[in-house]
């Protein structure tokens, strides 16, 4: 019963941008997270929004990406200005119930919920 599914991921050129959506049902979620994950490499966790409405990011955000949430749709955004190469990769919006704990950058396994995944491709 619990869904969340990505969207807005394709391909633009270094310095573009793109917005991605994740939108989530069924739940009540303590932390949502946007997450990367490059073809050999570990999933990396990019940004987090909190119940107590905190904002957590991975330094390679940073100053370039934001993370915002619709309250009343229940939709999680991630804003992504001045792409480069090394942002290529599939995206994940994660979910958690329980409050994970106050890492940086987020966790994989601090969420339970995942969705399936959305593709950025960044060409130089």
């Known amino acids: 019963q619990v869904q969340l599914v990505e969207s807005g991921g394709g391909s633009v050129q270094a310095g573009g941008s793109l917005r991605l959506s994740c939108a989530a049902s069924g739940k009540r979620y303590c932390s949502m997270a946007w997450f990367r994950q490059a073809p050999g490499k570990e999933r990396q966790g990019l940004a987090a929004?909190?119940?107590?409405?905190?904002?957590r990011y991975a330094n390679s955000a940073k100053g370039r990406f934001t993370i915002s949430k619709d309250n009343a749709e229940g939709t999680l955004y991630l804003q992504m200005n001045s792409l480069k190469p090394e942002d290529t990769g599939m995206y994940y919006c994660?979910?958690?119930?329980?409050?994970?704990?106050?890492?940086?950058?987020?966790?994989?396994?601090?969420?339970?919920?995942w969705g399936q995944g959305t593709q950025v491709t960044v060409s130089s």
């Open positions: 994660a979910a958690d119930l329980l409050c994970p704990r106050h890492r940086i950058p987020p966790h994989p396994d601090d969420y339970t919920y």
């Open positions: 929004v909190d119940s107590d409405g905190s904002f």
